[in-house]
T-cell receptor
């Protein structure tokens, strides 16, 4: 059965801390892995990863994929209160229509 | 990125009535859109895949007669919850997948979601 597992499920840090969120997966036909940030409503797209070892970076956020060990990490440096959200990891498991399977998410709370 | 608009954001209805939710891709054409359901503190569960000009593909356990999907154009998909009951109360989110010929190809962009409350 295809699955995506995220850890930790929740995390509380203080502003300025660095956090690492984990995502492991088991899917039949891996095509890509995506990270989203969900605040109150819609998940907003962060990164799409398809190749191992190539870091994607956007400001204080970065992510990397390991296709051999079947996991990805999302790093956030110098966290701010605005980073508080649920971070979702999703895997495109190679269906003809690009269907995604989502992990349960990591709830990040950044305290002032 | 691309913008997906979903309306309404919140709807309250009486048991037995039907509710229509719209999902529009505002600045790109989407041959494929997806409908998800999200329960509190749970992840997104795919309900169905909506294809422009053809029938939707439903996930196992999702009643196609209850959740009617229409994808009449390349920028609009609708989900109609028919004869809604309290157990249908949930957060429904749509997404649209960017086309393979875009720079940001094959990424699902999400609408803001619709909170449905059935009394």
């Amino acid at each position: 059965e295809d699955k995506v597992v995220q850890s930790p499920l929740s995390l509380v840090v203080h502003e300025g801390d660095t956090v690492t969120l984990n995502c492991s997966y088991e899917v039949t036909n891996f095509r890509s892995l995506l990270w989203y940030k969900q605040e109150k409503k819609a998940p907003t797209f962060l990164f799409m990863l398809t190749s191992s070892g190539i870091e994607k970076k956007s400001g204080r956020l970065s992510s990397i994929l390991d296709k051999k060990e079947l996991f990805s990490i999302l790093n956030i440096t110098a966290t701010q209160t605005g980073d508080s959200a649920v971070y979702l990891c999703a895997v495109d498991y190679g269906g003809s229509q690009g269907n995604l399977i989502f992990g349960k998410g990591t709830k990040l709370s950044v305290k002032p | 990125g691309a913008v997906v608009s979903q309306h309404p954001s919140w709807v309250i209805c009486k048991s037995g009535t039907s509710v229509k939710i719209e999902c529009r891709s505002l600045d790109f054409q989407a041959t494929t859109m997806f409908w998800y359901r999200q329960f509190p503190k749970q992840s997104l569960m795919l309900m169905a895949t909506s294809n422009e000009g053809s029938k939707a593909t439903y996930e196992q356990g999702v009643e196609k007669d209850k959740f009617l999907i229409n994808h009449a154009s390349l920028t609009l998909s609708t989900l109609t919850v028919t004869s809604a009951h309290p157990e249908d109360s949930s957060f429904y989110i749509c997404s649209a997948r960017s086309s393979p010929n875009r720079v940001d190809k094959n990424i699902q962009y999400f609408g803001a979601g619709t909170r449905l409350s059935v009394l």
